[in-house]
């Protein structure tokens, strides 16, 4: 894959930079959140390790502009050590994964390739799917609600197209976690509840009662038709 490292701190991001090449991936780096944003509108880029704190722009606010801007673009956030709400605040603005430091090399390397998976893989499921008046174009990284354009993460779509694919049944956090995050199904599955709750705000008439997706009490989730 086509990657940028984003890390202000010469010795972890050369670790970085390294690491990565040496699994065979291209890599370019930047120091800052401007320059973040700049290099990451590359239509060849296919990842970006982000660095929550950076100078210029922090790594949130970076987050957002590329989500907004590059919606299918595959972004694995940096952040620290014990930090729950830097975890929350990073899922809520598009991050597709995150890595808590410091990390080991082994880990940080999985979860580069259960993103370089998804990339990688052609869906066999449809491009195109309805629901509750809503017009999902997974393909694009795109719904449509009237005449309302949202954008979803590669995360977002990855749990839309797995719900879709097993609509006949309800699929639980750890099923999820496994299957989208690439991860362990003992890892704390607020992270599953969080972005779940972040695309209903997205894509639901009201998220307070979605009819696209739906809880399964002491299950998980279900597509909203079953």
């Known amino acids: 894959m086509n990657l940028l490292v984003v890390e202000d701190e010469p ?5 970085l930079v390294d690491l990565l090449r040496g699994a065979g991936h291209r890599v370019d780096f930047v120091a800052d959140g401007l320059s973040a944003v700049k290099r990451g509108l590359d239509p060849e880029l296919d990842l970006v390790v982000l660095d929550l704190m950076v100078p210029k722009l922090d790594g949130l606010e970076v987050c957002r502009r590329l989500r907004r801007e590059r919606p299918g673009l595959s972004i694995l956030m ?3 050590k014990g930090s729950e709400e830097d975890k929350v605040r990073g899922l809520k603005v598009g991050a597709d994964d995150y890595v808590t430091k410091p990390f080991g090399a082994r880990e940080l390397l999985a979860r580069v390739e259960a993103l370089a998976r998804r990339i990688k893989t052609a869906p066999s499921d449809p491009e195109i799917v309805e629901l509750d008046d809503c017009r999902f174009d997974l393909g ?3 719904a449509q609600r009237g005449k309302k354009i949202i ?23 750890a099923e999820l976690l496994e299957q989208i995050w690439g991860a362990s199904p003992d890892m704390e599955t607020r ?17 307070a009662e979605p009819r696209i997706v739906v809880c399964v009490k002491g299950v998980g989730y279900a597509w909203g038709d079953r």
């Open 191 to 207: 992270t599953v509840d969080v972005t779940i709750a972040n695309l209903r705000q997205k894509i639901e008439r009201d998220a």
């Open 151 to 173: 954008s979803l993460t590669p995360r977002e779509v990855g749990i839309l197209r797995w719900l879709y694919r097993h609509r006949a049944r309800a699929v639980s956090r």
């Open 140 to 142: 694009r990284c795109e």
């Open 11 to 15: 010795v972890l991001r050369d670790g």
């Open 78 to 80: 940096l952040t620290a």
